[in-house]
Nanobody, 126 residues
C-alpha cells in the first residue's frame, strides 16, 4: 500500500503563486509515475500534471507554462508549482500515484492511478 498526503493549498489572489506538495509513504519502491488532478464543485476530476520516472512530465494546455511538476527522490515527494493563478484554477487538488512497470499509460486519466490522497483546497480570488 501507498499513502499520499497533500499539503500547501490555500487562498491566493489571481496572478499569485502556490506550491503544493505530496508526500508518499509505504510501499513506494514500485511507483512508476505520480500525477496531480483537480476537481471543482459540480465538475469531473481534471488532469493537471504528471511526472513519469525519472523525469518525463505531462501537462494539459490549460496549465502548460504556468504549472510545473517536480520530484524529490530523497524525500519521496512530488511538488506542483503553480504560477499566474486564475480564478478558474479554484478546486480541490489531488495527488495520485501509479504502481507498475513500463510507459504505455494514459497519464491524464484518473483511472490509470492506483492510489490517491485526500486532497487540498486551492482558492483563487479575482
Amino acid at each position: 500500500q501507498v499513502q499520499l498526503v497533500e499539503s500547501g493549498g490555500g487562498l491566493v489572489q489571481a496572478g499569485g503563486s502556490l506550491r503544493l506538495s505530496c508526500g508518499a509513504s509505504g510501499s513506494t519502491f514500485n511507483i512508476n509515475a505520480m500525477g496531480w488532478f483537480r476537481q471543482a464543485p459540480g465538475k469531473e476530476r481534471e488532469f493537471v500534471a504528471a511526472i513519469r520516472w525519472p523525469s518525463v512530465t505531462y501537462y494539459p494546455s490549460s496549465v502548460k507554462g504556468r504549472f510545473t511538476i517536480s520530484r524529490d527522490n530523497a524525500k519521496n515527494t512530488v511538488r506542483l508549482q503553480m504560477n499566474s493563478l486564475k480564478p478558474e484554477d479554484t478546486a480541490v487538488y489531488y495527488c495520485a500515484a501509479l504502481r507498475g512497470a513500463g510507459y504505455n499509460y494514459d497519464y491524464s486519466a484518473p483511472a490509470t492511478y492506483d492510489y490517491w490522497g485526500q486532497g487540498t483546497q486551492v482558492t483563487v480570488s479575482s
